[in-house]
T-cell receptor, first 111, second 119 residues
Framework: QKEVEQDPGPLSVPEGAIVSLNCTYSNSAFQYFMWYRQYSRKGPELLMYTYSSGNKEDGRFTAQVDKSSKYISLFIRDSQPSDSATYLCAMTKAAGNKLTFGGGTRVLVKP | GAVVSQHPSWVICKSGTSVKIECRSLDFQATTMFWYRQFPKQSLMLMATSNEGSKATYEQGVEKDKFLINHASLTLSTLTVTSAHPEDSSFYIC???????????????FGPGTRLTVL
């Protein structure tokens, strides 16, 4: 069993819809939770990070962490075709430690 | 923001040859760099952690004699794939941390990746 599970998709939504992404994990020691966006043949770009449980909002993006359920989510409101990419969740036990990535979910936002 | 570059962006080589990939932090000094490998439609798998001036720490299952890592300066780490074979064909991505950033999380900044194809 992988430490971090993520549905590979693809997830196809119409422009303007809400994109809902999630990851589950097994290691309760994870404290920092990140979401990265990766365009094809490019390196990942950090979108958001959250420490411990709770919600965090940044523009169209909302990240949620539920440590009791070992479940994290990312919501993208008012999705745009430019949001089409692969979204990777990642987590780590302590600041500066190595990251453990989920498999990534491919998202396609159709105009 | 912090910028990490990689060179080359893509490389094709013959089986049995060695390939060197460079990772540079352009506007900050990185005491720690990470090397990842990503197969098509799969996630990033950490290969090794590279610390300036010391030996790299390899993840379980990664052959240190095959994937040579050198972090000789605070802005440059290199990954050399020795005696490359077709199964080494992959997307190699490095990342770096800026220790001077006052961050709770201490973000890793990723390079654009290097696509290696071994014929």
């Amino acid at each position: 069993q992988k430490e971090v599970e993520q549905d590979p998709g693809p997830l196809s939504v119409p422009e303007g819809a809400i994109v809902s992404l999630n990851c589950t994990y097994s290691n309760s020691a994870f404290q920092y939770f990140m979401w990265y966006r990766q365009y094809s043949r490019k390196g990942p770009e950090l979108l958001m990070y959250t420490y411990s449980s709770g919600n965090k909002e940044d523009g169209r993006f909302t990240a949620q962490v539920d440590k009791s359920s070992k479940y994290i989510s990312l919501f993208i409101r008012d999705s745009q075709p430019s949001d089409s990419a692969t979204y990777l969740c990642a987590m780590t036990k302590a600041a500066g430690n190595k990251l453990t990535f989920g498999g990534g979910t491919r998202v396609l936002v159709k105009p | 923001g912090a910028v990490v570059s990689q060179h080359p962006s893509w490389v094709i080589c013959k089986s049995g040859t060695s390939v060197k990939i460079e990772c540079r932090s352009l506007d900050f000094q990185a005491t720690t760099m990470f090397w990842y490998r990503q197969f098509p439609k799969q996630s990033l798998m950490l290969m090794a952690t590279s610390n300036e001036g010391s030996k790299a720490t390899y993840e379980q299952g990664v052959e240190k004699d095959k994937f040579l890592i050198n972090h000789a300066s605070l802005t440059l780490s290199t990954l050399t794939v020795t005696s490359a074979h077709p199964e080494d064909s992959s997307f190699y991505i490095c990342s770096a941390r800026d220790p001077n950033l006052n961050q709770h999380y201490n973000e890793q900044f990723f390079g654009p990746g290097t696509r290696l194809t071994v014929l």
